[in-house]
């Protein structure tokens, strides 16, 4: 159990269009209102693992054509997003929107997002330490999944809400979001090569 949930801190401290997202919504709209997207990612979070632990995804996933068209989907969405990132300028905001994404954005970013995909497929489907009850090992999961989740994203909009704050000069700012620009990319060429 120790082993499954070290790997779950690892696996989802890394940066990844959830905790990025997090970071920028805190930035650009505050607390408030951030709080509110996390929610919408933490219910997206739970549906994707729930897709995983019935075998709706696999189902859905053996049929090439349908996981071919949602996986470019999702990579073009992630790219713009990245790309979107990349070009804030000199101001952190991570993702630069007129109105707040809600808790409708978080679980639609989740719904697409490849690495919630990757990472709970890998929890859910692998580090097994309950062999005398499936159930009891998905809902003890679920639950170890959830405790580490929450304080991590929350971390990572309070990140966000924080360099807001600082009032940095431009150029570190821009370094900033090229650097999570960077990051993004990062898990969407993993999630490409993975596919291959």
């Not at 859910?124 to 005398?132: D, E, K, L, N, S």
């Not at 900033?176 to 960077?182: D, F, G, V």
């Amino acid at each position: 159990m120790l082993t499954f949930a070290a790997a779950v801190f690892f696996l989802m401290i890394t940066p990844g269009p959830g905790v990025l997202s997090a970071a920028g919504v805190g930035a650009a709209f505050g607390p408030r209102v951030a709080t509110r997207y996390v929610i919408g990612l933490f219910i997206g979070t739970n549906l994707v693992c729930l897709t995983i632990i019935s075998g709706v995804t696999a189902a859905i996933f053996a049929d090439d054509r349908l996981r071919t068209v949602l996986f470019g989907a999702s990579i073009l969405y992630l790219t713009y997003l990245a790309v979107r990132i990349a070009l804030a300028g000199s101001k952190i905001a991570f993702i630069n929107r007129a109105s707040p994404p809600g808790i409708t954005g978080g679980i639609m970013l989740q719904a697409i997002n490849p690495k919630a995909y990757a990472v709970n497929t890998a929890l859910f489907t692998g580090f097994g330490f309950w062999p005398q009850s499936y159930t009891a090992e998905m809902i003890l999961k679920i639950l170890i999944v959830n405790a580490i989740w929450v304080p991590i994203h929350f971390s990572w909009l309070w990140l966000g809400i924080t360099l807001q704050r600082m009032n940095l000069p431009s150029r570190t700012q821009r370094m900033i979001n090229l650097a999570m620009a960077c990051s993004m990319m990062v898990v969407v060429l993993l999630a490409a090569v993975s596919q291959l």
